[in-house]
């Protein structure tokens, strides 16, 4: 295993275990606002502080971009941290949330870990070495169209402005396919496609931290994501589509005639 990926593991089960500690006395938790329906604890706060602390131990002059404290700077290495992605269903005692800690280096990402501390589900994936669920080789689902499919997204909570748009996307995306699934964490949407319990995914206006470590679960287990334009931009769009090639082609054909000005592909 590569030594980078060890200690991002290392790092997710730390933040699983603080997670897990607070999951019945989420009550007494103190929670406070962000933003309009974007919402942080204290667990999401100490389970980032313990994810920062165990990466930078061993990789000191590493940057991070993490959602509760920002960016801090570093060399070309920067580690990538959602400490608790599925916060407000975790509040809820929905349970669908996981920690998402990725690698990216020049632009590309290179390692990957999503953990799942309810179900103990740990999915991981090196750069030219495959993605994995715990231990064993996972892989995209092969279905060829929307005939049939089970299709993941997350509908825009943060900013609501895209609304409308797509309200259109889901009503063009609904047709043919066996149904469309809104969890509420992008990380395990990633992984799920990654794994072929979904066959496909999109959403619009996700954070950077929401994704990066999925991205490459999913290329790594044989499928593709790009911005809804079929583009690399999705950093910077914050759009994605996913699924494996031939599947993430006709979800494009759906998707792309309902792109507008106000819409960044």
């Not at 995306?173 to 066996?178: I, S």
Request: hydrophobic share 40%; proline share 3%; no cysteine.
């Amino acid at each position: 295993m590569d030594p980078m990926l060890h200690i991002a593991i290392r790092a997710a089960r730390s933040a699983g275990r603080i997670i897990m500690r607070a999951y019945d006395r989420r009550d007494e938790l103190v929670v406070t606002s962000k933003q309009r329906n974007d919402f942080v604890s204290e667990v999401d706060q100490a389970a980032e502080a313990a994810i920062i602390h165990e990466l930078h131990s061993k990789f000191p002059h590493h940057a991070i971009l993490a959602e509760e404290s920002g960016k801090q700077d570093g060399n070309e290495f920067e580690w990538m941290i959602d400490p608790l992605d599925g916060t407000t269903n975790y509040l809820h005692g929905f349970p669908q949330f996981a920690i998402s800690i990725g690698l990216r280096y020049r632009g590309q990402m290179q390692q990957a870990v999503v953990y799942d501390p309810l179900r103990e589900e740990l999915f991981t994936a090196s750069r030219g070495g495959g993605a994995l669920l715990n231990d064993r080789k996972i892989r995209v689902a092969q279905r060829r169209d929307l005939d049939g499919a089970l299709i993941g997204t997350g509908i825009p909570f943060r900013d609501q402005s895209q609304l409308t748009t797509y309200l259109k996307m889901l009503e063009v995306m609904v047709k043919d396919t066996a149904g469309i699934r809104r969890p509420g964490s992008a990380a395990l949407d990633f992984a799920y496609v990654a794994a072929g319990r979904l066959d496909g995914f999109w959403e619009l206006g996700l954070l950077p931290w929401d994704f990066a470590a999925g991205v490459l679960l999913i290329t790594e287990a044989g499928g593709t994501v790009t911005d809804l334009a079929g583009g690399e931009r999705y950093f910077e769009t914050g759009n994605v589509v996913a699924g494996n090639l031939r599947l993430h082609q006709t979800m494009l054909r759906r998707l792309k005639p309902l792109l507008h000005e106000g819409l960044r592909a």
